[in-house]
């Protein structure tokens, strides 16, 4: 693969890193309650119906709708069915007391609920009518025996959870987690809690990338703060390249004289990607880490972020959560293009770019967007006021009361 020497559209780059992938491949067993965030490897099906058999979804009692033609039906009650029993055939004129989730009789053909119903004794009146079938869940209903519920590559959340219990599934076949290093470069960088000397900054990417690279389930390695030489970045990135899928990066991408992420990637291994026609965020690089003595893939992917922290924050997640999701195993062909909402701008934007612009905004109260004030990529404080990004193609201005694309963070960021 060779450097992309002309500067990428968002699309472009996004398809570039996106047809390079190489998914993990190893696999482990986990139990299904462990499961959360991980990257289902192998389609699963149920071995039974779901529900196991006719239930009922209401209190109340169960019939033989041909009893109760009329709606004031009088039966014996003749039985009492919780959840969990099994109940005697029903005879005729009688009807069983039964309670939500519980097995319908064989015999019974509905329920009436009990809001329907006044009980005396033995005795019960029923003042519905019902049709053959009402409130019976059906065995199969939701889910029948040997249907697909899962397909590999799924991520899998709460919902999937529940689904694989539901059908008896204790433990589901996965991808492995993927190994990540990051570190960040700049004699400037200091950490919280440390005395501020003159001319530093507090390292708040390091924080915001964990964060990100945490949310996305990754094991991640943080190699701290490198000191701005080339020497120190070239053994970093081979340090990294030997146990890790994919290295980060923050600072020293741009064309400065202190900037060493290029020549020592270039040095190290290869350089595939640099620069894209996007604000903020110019400056990403991709590439790969040449591995010493190892079997197997002989290079770590490598990703290097702008030092800016809106630049670092937008970039990742237009760009590199998809690539490593791609990684994870998740099917490359749903991660192209963010999904976006068509929305009306409550602002006029008179300032186009020739970059694609990622404008940090969020909703407001008549069902517009509202956009920060100060669009700098140095303010971190725009990411945690809006809901999302507005999408703006290249030269292209805003009057207030456009329709723009909106892409929300709670899309980006799952």
Same mark, same amino acid.
């Given at each position: 693969? +060779?450097?992309?020497?002309?500067m990428?559209?968002?699309a472009?780059?996004?398809?570039? &890193?996106? *047809?390079? @992938?190489r998914p993990? %491949? ?6 299904t309650l462990?499961a959360n965030?991980?990257?289902l490897?192998?389609?699963q099906?149920s ?8 239930n009922?979804?209401m209190?109340g ?7 109760c ?6 039966l014996?009650?003749s ?11 029903l005879?005729a004129?009688?009807?069983?007391r ?6 319908i009789?064989?015999?019974?053909d509905?329920?009436?609920?009990q809001?329907q ?6 005795m019960?009146?029923?003042?519905h009518a019902?049709q ?14 040997g249907? +697909?519920?899962?397909p590999s ?9 529940? &689904?694989? *219990?539901? @059908?008896?599934?204790a %433990?589901l076949?996965v991808f492995?987690?993927?190994?990540v290093?990051?570190?960040?470069t ?5 950490m ?14 390091r ?16 190699y701290?703060i490198?000191p ?8 970093t ?9 994919l290295i980060?990066t923050?600072?020293?991408?741009s064309?400065?004289e202190?900037?060493?992420i ?7 291994g290869r350089?595939?990607?640099?620069q894209?026609?996007?604000?903020p ?6 590439g790969?880490?040449n591995?010493?003595?190892?079997t197997?893939?002989e ?9 800016n ?10 760009f590199?959560?998809?690539?490593i999701?791609?990684?994870?195993g ?6 192209a ?5 068509a929305?009306?701008?409550d602002?006029?934007?008179t ?13 407001n109260a008549?069902?517009g967007?509202d956009?920060f004030a100060?669009q700098?990529?140095a303010?971190l ?9 507005i999408?703006l193609?290249p ?8 329709m723009?694309?909106?892409v929300?963070?709670?899309h980006l960021?799952?």
């Amino acid at each position: 693969m +060779t450097l992309k020497k002309t500067m990428l559209s968002v699309a472009e780059a996004l398809d570039f &890193l996106l *047809a390079a @992938v190489r998914p993990v %491949t190893d696999i482990e067993t986990v139990s299904t309650l462990e499961a959360n965030g991980r990257v289902l490897a192998h389609t699963q099906s149920s071995l039974l119906h779901v529900p196991p058999m006719d239930n009922t979804q209401m209190d109340g009692y169960a019939v033989r709708a041909a009893d109760c033609v009329g709606g004031q039906a009088r039966l014996l009650v003749s039985q009492r069915i919780p959840a969990g029993h099994v109940g005697q055939a029903l005879e005729a004129g009688t009807a069983a007391r039964i309670f939500t989730g519980a097995m319908i009789p064989l015999g019974a053909d509905a329920v009436v609920m009990q809001e329907q119903c006044v009980q005396d004794g033995d005795m019960v009146t029923l003042s519905h009518a019902p049709q053959p079938g009402e409130w019976i869940r059906r065995q199969g209903e939701d889910i029948a025996s040997g249907a +697909t519920i899962l397909p590999s590559g799924t991520r899998i959340r709460a919902q999937e959870m529940g &689904l694989a *219990a539901s @059908v008896g599934l204790a %433990t589901l076949p996965v991808f492995r987690r993927l190994r990540v290093a990051v570190f960040f470069t700049g004699d400037e960088l200091a950490m919280p809690g440390e005395a501020l000397k003159p001319g530093a900054i507090y390292n708040s990417n390091r924080f915001l990338l964990t964060g990100l690279l945490e949310n996305l389930g990754c094991l991640v390695s943080d190699y701290g703060i490198v000191p701005d030489s080339l020497d120190a970045t070239r053994s970093t990135l081979r340090q990294a390249a030997q146990e890790h899928d994919l290295i980060i990066t923050s600072g020293g991408v741009s064309v400065g004289e202190e900037d060493y992420i290029k020549p020592a990637v270039e040095a190290e291994g290869r350089l595939n990607m640099w620069q894209i026609a996007v604000k903020p965020g110019k400056p990403l690089a991709f590439g790969e880490i040449n591995r010493a003595n190892k079997t197997g893939d002989e290079h770590a992917f490598f990703l290097g972020l702008p030092g800016n922290p809106v630049s670092s924050f937008v970039t990742f997640l237009l760009f590199v959560r998809p690539f490593i999701l791609a990684m994870q195993g998740i099917s490359a062909s749903s991660l192209a293009t963010p999904q976006a909402y068509a929305m009306r701008a409550d602002f006029a934007w008179t300032k186009p770019d020739k970059r694609n612009e990622f404008l940090r905004a969020r909703i407001n109260a008549d069902g517009g967007l509202d956009l920060f004030a100060n669009q700098s990529s140095a303010v971190l404080t725009s990411t945690v006021w809006g809901d999302g990004l507005i999408d703006l193609p290249p030269g292209q201005v805003i009057a207030s009361g456009d329709m723009v694309k909106f892409v929300p963070f709670s899309h980006l960021m799952n």
